[in-house]
């Protein structure tokens, strides 16, 4: 049973520094040990936050200390997580793997191959699965409220004319670069993970804005057929300056409609913490409405709860339950988005 669980976070960009690390260090099971990352000034952001942790260079560094580690983090750009995910899991250390878990599905299923000969956890930062909305439209969906699902419409849309920053529009589709690769992953995961497995795909890839040399999509929209005959359209681009509904769910007794993205990436980049209480709270425009033949209601929302993955993580680590997210399941994506990118 591991009793501390001494974690280095590779990467120190939007990622470590705000998906991870503060929640790794607020969970009292989990230790900062080592942060890697080449930029000086995220090197000196991250000895201020994380004072007891050592600041390493590079990924390369941080996996040299794999003897005093329990837990490796990978936060960097995808084209290099089936590498260093592969060394942590040669050095005997779990792994957390951000999403996109990798760009080619076969090097996932690889890594879940060799993590069980290991004996290692391995798991996949889907974090989406505990936004607000998608944990209110769960319980609405589990207490029957919509009768039988028919339609799953899901959107995330943003607002960039400058084109996507960073890897994600410098980066080639093959390198996993793009929008579907960026996007795709959480909404398709979500429609998995609500509806299961799917008979028939559907997509189409748009590159709109030519602000870099790189092919990356930035314009997709997605249809899935699930075997329980659910429909899911799943939206995603950077070209929307009026970004529709972030879910229209059809059923058989009612909707449900919701506007506005959940709230606790804005809140952590703007300084929020875990354990603040406004932390993955909606707010009273953000409140979701169900819509019955008697007339429509808003919907109270759940709180947003990222720190869901580590709690169960560390739940895992510590003898007790499953990992967070099975790494299968984002295989089940990362397959879809290879279809439709032709590959």
């Known amino acids: ?27 009292d099971r989990f230790e900062v040990s080592v942060i890697a990352t080449q930029d000086p000034g995220r090197a000196e952001q991250a000895r201020s936050e994380h004072p007891g942790a050592r600041i390493v260079a590079t990924a390369a560094d941080a996996l040299a200390l794999a003897a005093d580690l329990d837990l490796v983090v990978v936060g960097t750009p995808p084209g290099t997580h089936f590498d260093l995910a592969s060394r942590a899991i040669d050095a005997g250390l779990h792994v957390v793997v951000d999403k996109p878990f990798v760009v080619r599905s076969a090097d996932g299923a690889e890594l879940v191959r060799r993590a069980e000969a290991a004996g290692v956890a391995l798991t996949v930062f889907q974090n989406r699965r505990w936004d607000a909305d998608f944990l209110t439209l769960k319980r609405l969906l589990d207490d029957g409220e919509l009768g039988d699902p028919l339609v799953f419409e899901s959107r995330f849309e943003w607002w960039k004319p400058e084109g996507m920053r960073d890897w994600k529009g ?10 579907l690769y960026d996007l795709g992953p959480h909404l398709i995961d979500q429609a998995l993970h609500l509806f299961g497995p ?3 795909v559907h997509g189409e890839v748009t590159r709109h804005l030519a602000t870099t040399d790189a092919d990356a999509d930035d314009d997709a929209v997605v249809l899935l057929r699930h075997a329980n005959g659910v ?11 009026a970004a529709g509904p ?3 769910v059809l059923g058989t007794r009612a909707a449900y409609t919701k506007h506005g993205l959940d709230r606790q990436e804005p809140q952590l980049i703007a300084g929020l913490r875990p354990g603040d209480d406004e932390l993955g709270r909606e707010p009273g425009e953000n409140h979701g409405v169900l819509t019955t033949p008697e007339g429509p ?3 109270a929302p759940e709180r947003g709860d990222y720190a869901g993955f580590y709690r169960r993580l560390g739940d895992h680590l510590s003898g007790d339950g499953a990992v967070p997210v099975d790494p299968r399941d984002a295989i089940a994506a990362l397959e879809i988005i290879e279809r439709i990118h032709g590959r």
């Open 170 to 179: 410098r980066t080639d589709v093959a390198d996993g670069g793009g929008i």
């Open 1 to 27: 049973m591991v009793h501390v669980i001494r974690t280095a976070v590779l990467g120190f960009g939007t990622s470590g520094r705000i998906f991870h690390a503060p929640f790794l260090a607020a969970d």
């Open 231 to 241: 429909s899911s359209r799943l939206t995603m681009n950077s070209v929307s300056a």
């Open 198 to 200: 799917v008979e028939s």
């Open 246 to 248: 972030r879910f229209h």
């Open 297 to 299: 209601a808003r919907i």
